[in-house]
């Protein structure tokens, strides 16, 4: 039986090495020139045993970064992690990268990560665990609060930074990085991609080729047993990270692979199920059946969809944000059931489904303007309103969603709703 770690109380898994590291960095500013070790490590296990692995330095022997270059990226760090400056950080890491160009390639690949996690996070992710979301976290189990504070958005240079990294972690010299550099690398670059504006996506079909087999890759790489099939090395990484699961399946739906879409699904509804979390499997149990909602096979579609909508009466929780995404995801997938029901010629019962969806929209309107007068009268103060972030199960439709939404085919577009569906519900809708 393989282990199952425990549900992490957000929307992924978090890199908590860094902080740890800033520490030992401060409490031990000597020269990394004599350091000597056996087994490569990372910037995370500290600047002295990261910047001169003995293993490269036999083979090219790199002229040791200079103390000017140690002190540089310890103050951008500093920065980073001790004053939580992130406009001030990205200036100095873009000045550390360059200073290290003559590095192992290892080592450049690790700034550049450290680097693009700063590029690239929209915002940390305010839970009620009051957790946080990064984009190209490396697979861990043990997320740690961290304050708010204020991140950079650019996924189109986070990708080039991924991929200048992943060019060095498959190079010559690579091979010496530490094992979960690679697929963090290719989850990052994934994230990264499905972060672009979705006009960009539209215009260039390679990208969301490109996102899921990053996603893909990254499983694989992260599996913890040596199994004969993909397949089974993909369930594996699934159950290490269903978050990651779950954006492959949505990958998969913005590329046109319905079928490997929802058998993704139904792998990341298994993952999170297996972990206790009901919330997040019948999240993506519904958007299985919006997959094949998509294709011919609509008797399995519909079944699907049934058996979603069905097991939300089972969800529980103090999570209000998160229940109210799994009630939003519902009432989507009940407008999805009744254009099906509807193409299929079942007018009455996809007029009741219709019906039963736009109720639910209602009802969660109602709940949250129950909840802000409730939070206005206690004298809170204003709730700070973040963009959302374009990849995550944590950022799917929540409160504003409501069946007159759905008539605008932009905001069906953001759901990834396959065209095929669109149309059938665009027939539903006019006639209806």
């Not at 790199?62 to 980073?80: F, H, M, Q």
């Not at 979705?198 to 990053?214: E, G, P, R, Y």
Request: aromatic share 6%; proline share 6%.
């Amino acid at each position: 039986m393989m282990d199952v770690p425990s549900p992490p109380a957000t929307g992924t898994y978090i890199d908590t090495d860094a902080n740890m590291s800033i520490q030992r960095i401060l409490n031990n500013p000597s020269s990394t020139a004599t350091n000597s070790r056996s087994q490569p490590t990372l910037l995370s296990q500290g600047i002295r045993d990261f910047l001169v692995p003995p293993a490269f330095a036999a083979e090219s022997k790199p002229k040791p970064p200079s103390n000017d270059e140690i002190k540089l990226l310890r103050e951008a760090l500093g920065t980073l992690y001790g004053e939580r400056n992130p406009d001030k950080a990205l200036e100095l890491l873009t000045k550390a990268v360059a200073s290290w160009e003559r590095q192992a390639p290892d080592e450049r690949a690790a700034l550049f990560r450290v680097r693009v996690q700063k590029e690239e996070t929209k915002r940390m992710a305010h839970r009620h665990s009051r957790n946080y979301i990064q984009i190209g976290a490396p697979f861990s189990h043990h997320p740690i609060p961290h304050p708010p504070i204020k991140e950079l958005l650019d996924a189109e240079a986070a990708k080039g930074d991924y991929d200048t990294t992943i060019t060095l972690l498959t190079g010559p010299g690579g091979n010496l990085a530490d094992p979960d550099e690679l697929p963090a690398a290719y989850l990052g670059r994934a994230r990264s991609i499905r972060s672009l504006p979705s006009i960009t996506l539209s215009q260039n079909a390679n990208l969301s080729k490109q996102a899921s087999s990053d996603y893909q890759k990254a499983l694989r790489l992260t599996s913890r047993e040596e199994w004969d099939t993909n397949d089974e090395m993909e369930a594996d990484g699934a159950q290490r990270n269903p978050y990651a699961a779950w954006e492959w399946g949505m990958a998969l739906r913005n590329d046109g692979q319905l079928d490997k879409a929802a058998q993704t699904h139904i792998l990341a509804s298994e993952s999170f199920k297996e972990i206790g979390d009901r919330a997040r499997s019948v999240i993506s149990k519904l958007d299985a059946g919006i997959d094949l909602a998509g294709t011919e096979n609509v008797g399995e579609a519909v079944k699907i969809l049934k058996e979603g909508i069905k097991s939300t009466t089972l969800v529980e929780g103090r999570d209000i944000d998160l229940l109210q995404r799994v009630i939003a995801k519902e009432g989507e997938a009940r407008v999805a059931l009744a254009s099906l029901l509807w193409s299929n010629n079942e007018k009455a019962a996809a007029e009741a489904e219709l019906g039963e969806a736009c109720g639910r929209f209602d009802q969660l309107q109602a709940d949250a303007d129950v909840r802000e007068k409730a939070r206005i009268k206690s004298g809170a103060g204003p709730l700070v309103k973040m963009k959302k972030l374009a990849f995550t199960i944590d950022d799917t439709v929540g409160t504003e969603g409501s069946c007159s939404r759905f008539k605008s085919d932009k905001f069906l577009d953001s759901l990834s709703w396959p065209k095929s569906l669109q149309d059938k519900f665009a027939k539903l809708n006019k006639l209806a």
